[in-house]
């Protein structure tokens, strides 16, 4: 018996490859789209219940702050709003890189009537010797102090830093735990966690926790 060769267009063999590839592609963008309708519907619930006001997109313009959250191009969403003793909190969604490689943190924002030189507080260890690579500098305190074995403090305006950085404040530290980093500049504090996006409830419990982490530079 004699059996023939089937010969296969190469455009149906690549349709054959790229198309259930494609439907793999558009399955995994409608679940990513459907997982956060529900996160902006669970946040504007929260929002209502909490005391805040929700919006889509944050309602300043972080292009203006030089050094502060500009860091990897990202853009911002999913804000809540709210005003406590003079100084407006806003807690939203920084989103940067994409695919694989998108990125999400929450932002604690306090714009507050008071003005700061540009700096940058972190946890020692984990962001010392990176930020010595990049040039930045460091402030440096008695190092026999539980402040300085503790938390990392970077800025290139070293008196007003330190003007800012009083004895109330590194007591303030000393006992009060650091988790995560606090960016300043201009009336801005920023507190955040990279990498670490907050669920719809923690919100309202991590805004109470950041304005007593906060507190000694707001009022």
Not at 167 to 191: D, P, S, W, Y
Request: with cysteine; proline share 4%.
């Amino acid at each position: 018996m004699h059996i023939e060769a089937v010969v296969l267009h190469p455009f149906f063999v690549l349709s054959l490859i790229f198309v259930p590839v494609g439907l793999l592609v558009w399955l995994a963008i409608a679940k990513g789209k459907e997982i956060e309708k529900k996160r902006s519907e669970d946040l504007k619930r929260i929002a209502a219940q909490s005391g805040f006001s929700y919006s889509d997109a944050l309602d300043i313009d972080l292009n203006s702050v030089p050094i502060t959250m500009r860091v990897g191009g990202g853009d911002s969403c999913n804000m809540f709003k709210t005003v406590r003793r003079d100084v407006v909190w806003r807690i939203f969604d920084y989103r940067t890189g994409g695919g694989r490689n998108r990125r999400c943190t929450t932002v604690i924002m306090a714009e507050s009537p008071r003005s700061f030189p540009a700096f940058i507080l972190s946890e020692r260890n984990r962001f010392d010797i990176l930020a010595k690579l990049f040039g930045f500098h460091a402030i440096e305190f008695d190092k026999d102090q539980p402040f300085s074995k503790l938390c990392f403090l970077i800025g290139n305006d070293d008196t007003g830093i330190r003007n800012v950085f009083d004895q109330k404040v590194i007591r303030h530290f000393e006992t009060c735990k650091l988790c995560g980093t606090i960016r300043a500049e201009m009336n801005m504090v920023f507190h955040f966690q990279l990498g670490k996006t907050l669920t719809p409830e923690e919100r309202p419990l991590k805004l109470e926790e950041a304005e007593k982490v906060l507190s000694v530079f707001l009022h």
